[in-house]
């Protein structure tokens, strides 16, 4: 029942957006800890994909750093409660700031079975 409900919030949001989920490869809901390491620069498949990003509480840090394919920084992503976002490509996930968490609900879907 918990995977439907959040599924529907994201069917939902990314309709209203223009995005035709046709599968989902992976959902979770992460908790992030403040941490001093540099987070690392990744994309979340070797396939193409988006990522709906939705925070779940406020907290400061922590934003989420969009990345072209040559690892320039392209937008930073200001986190707020229930802001949701969708991006593709490589990105990185901050830490929030210290005795703080991150809570995140993130999705990578496909819109194309092609």
Same mark, same amino acid.
């Given at each position: 029942?918990? &995977?439907?409900?959040? +599924?529907? #919030? #994201? ?9 035709? #989920?046709?599968?989902? %490869?992976?959902? +979770? ?8 390491a540099e987070p +690392?620069?990744?994309?979340?498949? !070797?396939? *193409?994909?988006?990522? &709906? ?25 200001? *986190?707020?409660?229930?802001? /949701?976002? #969708? %991006?593709?490509? *490589?990105?990185? !996930?901050?830490? *929030? /700031? ?8 993130? +999705? ?7």
């Amino acid at each position: 029942m918990l &995977f439907r409900s959040l +599924a529907n #919030i #994201i069917y939902k949001f990314c309709k209203e957006n223009g995005y035709d #989920i046709k599968i989902f %490869y992976r959902m +979770a809901v992460n908790c992030f800890c403040h941490y001093t390491a540099e987070p +690392a620069i990744h994309d979340d498949h !070797a396939f *193409p994909h988006y990522v &709906f990003l939705m925070y779940l509480n406020d907290f400061d840090e922590g934003y989420t750093s969009l990345y072209d394919e040559n690892d320039v920084l392209i937008q930073k992503i200001v *986190p707020s409660k229930y802001k /949701a976002v #969708i %991006y593709t490509g *490589p990105h990185k !996930a901050g830490y *929030p /700031a210290l005795d703080q968490h991150k809570f995140v609900l993130v +999705a990578t879907f496909g819109t194309d079975l092609k």
